[in-house]
Structure formats: structure tokens, C-alpha cells
T-cell receptor
Framework: EAAVTQSPRNKVAVTGGKVTLSCNQT?????MYWYRQDTGHGLRLIHY???????EKGDIPDGYKASRPSQENFSLILELATPSQTSVYFC?????????????FGAGTRLSVL | QQNVQQSPESLIVPEGARTSLNCTFS?????YFWWYRQHSGKAPKALM?????GEKEEGRFTIHLNKASLHFSLHIRDSQPSDSALYLC???????????FGQGTVLSVIP
């Protein structure tokens, strides 16, 4: 089965600090995504990428940046973390034409911003 | 912007019951319809998908899609305690190439 690995699994950050969440996939999928999950909101798309060097804004990109340096790696960057960014973050990968293809999710990163 | 809503928010059923979960969407151009399942503390995992009007069955699970009504549903036959999880519906369109998730339904199956 497709493998998506996230690190760290848990992170505590201070308000105003910089946070980087990392994601690695070994599926050779073109597309990668960052979602956040909050109770009552399901999964909301932050940023996504169609391949190395590309990043696109999702539905809630404010306060987040993304970086896709290679096919395998996709990072989510919080330059100035705020308590409202406390959440569980999921990375996913998928083949092209993502509506038609399964998304494979990592195990998630639980972020607390104090 | 696509609006995807699920009902009910939560559901408790006895083991062996038939369970129905609902999902409505707002964009009539939607083409791809998915159900994902997420056990507590785990990653979401794709359960089933349907891309054309009608019904699709896989084991104990059946999806019904009615595009005209902007509605699709997941039915679970002979519900098991292992089916207890958060169920997320997701809808995609061919144009903007985005998959939008609903807020989820928490299912608890009681032995």
C-alpha cells in the first residue's frame, strides 16, 4: 500500500514561532496535499502541489506556506504560529486527476500553539 | 465554492443494524464522489467511490448517488463494532480539480 510519512507526529510551539511540518511519500505520486482537521470542520485543504517546484493555494491558505522541493517531499510552513493554528495536520498524496484517484494520508501531526 | 454537508453529525446503532449516512453538495458540476473512513487516532482511508448516477455495492457497503438531488449516501449492512469511526464524504469536480470534504459523521456500533 501507498506510504506517506509525516514528521513530527506531535509538536508544541510558541506563539510567533516558526513551525515546519514535513511529509514524505514513496508512491511516486505527482500530487501532494496538506489538510487540517478540526472538530466540526472535517478536512480543509491548505495547500497542494502538482509536482516538484509547484505549490497551489487551497481553501484556507492564510498563515501557511508550502514547499515542494522534490517529488517525494512536501512541507508546510507556519512562519508566525498562532493559537488558532492548533490542529491536526494531514498530508496526503495521490495520482494525477485527484478526483478520480484515491488519496493516501499520512498518520497526522498534532500541533499545539501556546 | 463547493459546500459539502453531512448528516447526521453522529449516530449510534446496534450491531447487525443497517446504517445510512448522507452527504449533500452544492456544485451541480461535481463528478467524483467518495467516502473515507477514519478510525480514532488514525489516518483517513478511502472506502468507496462512485462517478456516475446510481448505485454501487462492495461487500456490506453501498453507495447511492443522485446528482439531480445533489445527494449521495453510504449504506452499511450488518453493521459491526469495527465499523465505529468517523465517516467523511468528499466531492470533486473536473474543472478546478479539488476534492472538498464534509464535516463528518461519527458512527458508533454497539455490541
Amino acid at each position: 500500500e501507498a506510504a506517506v510519512t509525516q514528521s513530527p507526529r506531535n509538536k508544541v510551539a510558541v506563539t510567533g514561532g516558526k513551525v515546519t511540518l514535513s511529509c514524505n511519500q514513496t508512491n511516486n505520486h505527482n500530487n501532494m496535499y496538506w489538510y487540517r482537521q478540526d472538530t466540526g470542520h472535517g478536512l480543509r485543504l491548505i495547500h497542494y502541489s502538482y509536482g516538484a517546484g509547484s505549490t497551489e493555494k487551497g481553501d484556507i491558505p492564510d498563515g501557511y506556506k508550502a514547499s515542494r522541493p522534490s517529488q517525494e517531499n512536501f512541507s508546510l510552513i507556519l512562519e508566525l504560529a498562532t493559537p488558532s493554528q492548533t490542529s491536526v495536520y494531514f498530508c496526503a498524496s495521490g495520482a494525477a486527476h485527484w478526483g478520480q484517484n484515491t488519496l493516501y494520508f499520512g498518520a497526522g501531526t498534532r500541533l499545539s500553539v501556546l | 465554492q463547493q459546500n459539502v454537508q453531512q448528516s447526521p453529525e453522529s449516530l449510534i446503532v446496534p450491531e447487525g443494524a443497517r446504517t445510512s449516512l448522507n452527504c449533500t453538495f452544492s456544485d451541480s458540476a461535481s463528478q467524483y464522489f467518495w467516502w473515507y473512513r477514519q478510525h480514532s487516532g488514525k489516518a483517513p482511508k478511502a472506502l468507496m467511490s462512485i462517478f456516475s448516477n446510481g448505485e454501487k455495492e462492495e461487500g456490506r457497503f453501498t453507495i447511492h448517488l443522485n446528482k439531480a438531488s445533489l445527494h449521495f449516501s453510504l449504506h452499511i449492512r450488518d453493521s459491526q463494532p469495527s465499523d465505529s469511526a468517523l465517516y467523511l464524504c468528499a466531492v470533486g469536480t473536473g474543472g478546478n480539480n479539488k476534492l472538498t470534504f464534509g464535516q463528518g459523521t461519527v458512527l458508533s456500533v454497539i455490541p
